[in-house]
């Protein structure tokens, strides 16, 4: 079985877990020592993930936002099991579990599922990006070709976090030069960059179990993902992902900050 194969049945795994629970909103929420919600489902779909990665790539390591790290390999699976868990406690279907392979620093694959939206987007290192929804057949998505920030369409999370790093009059203000902006948030704003909906998305503080998996979608999309000093892929505390025309303007726009990480 190929790591993309793999990669598939373990988002089958997991909405199989997650989304009969979000349906039936019958599960237990806990809030960990960072003061976000976690919920039994988080943690039963990590689980069983690791166990399956265990047993049919027991030489890699894993990093999941809910039980941490294990093994040393440079080859890692990275896991959000339930990415948008606020969204999901509260009955609002934008969340999805987030897979993703890397080797060293370099993007393998990433898989995002989002099944109480119909959708499932994946990439493979220089295969191309793909959606499927409604359980149509696969099709290739990519970036827009927007290249002036006036025409742009920008999504974000939310506003705190950009006070925190010291830039929310920047970040206002790159709103106000854009076309449009909405709060679509977490990885739903980097999928609709991936597939041209929307030109510039863009959070100031995030782990790498958030973004591992946007990473490939967006670069094989034709897009660019830095945090906002600019550093490539996931591991800068932040992102801002663009159709790549727009990267260097928006960069400059919220002033090439380095997050505290």
Known sequence: MTDLDLALELADLADSLSY??????DFAVETKPDLTPVTECDRAVEA???ERLERDRPDDSVLGEEFGSHGTSPRRWIVDPIDGTKNFVRGVPVWATLISLYDGEEPVLGVVSAPALGRRWWAESGQGAFVTA??????RIGVS????LGDA?????SLGGWKDLGI?????????STWRNR?????YSYMLVAEGAVDIACEPELALYDMGALV???LEAGGSFTNTAGAPGPFGGNAVATNSRLHEATLDALGRVSPSI
């Open 20 to 25: 009969r629970h979000f349906l039936a909103q």
């Open 48 to 50: 069983a993930i690791m």
């Open 134 to 139: 409604l359980g149509e057949a696969p099709k």
């Open 145 to 148: 070709e927007v290249e002036e």
């Open 153 to 157: 369409s920008l999504s974000y999370a």
């Open 168 to 176: 929310l009059d920047e970040f206002l203000g790159l709103c106000e």
């Open 183 to 187: 709060g679509y948030g977490d990885f």
């Open 216 to 218: 490939p979608i967006v």
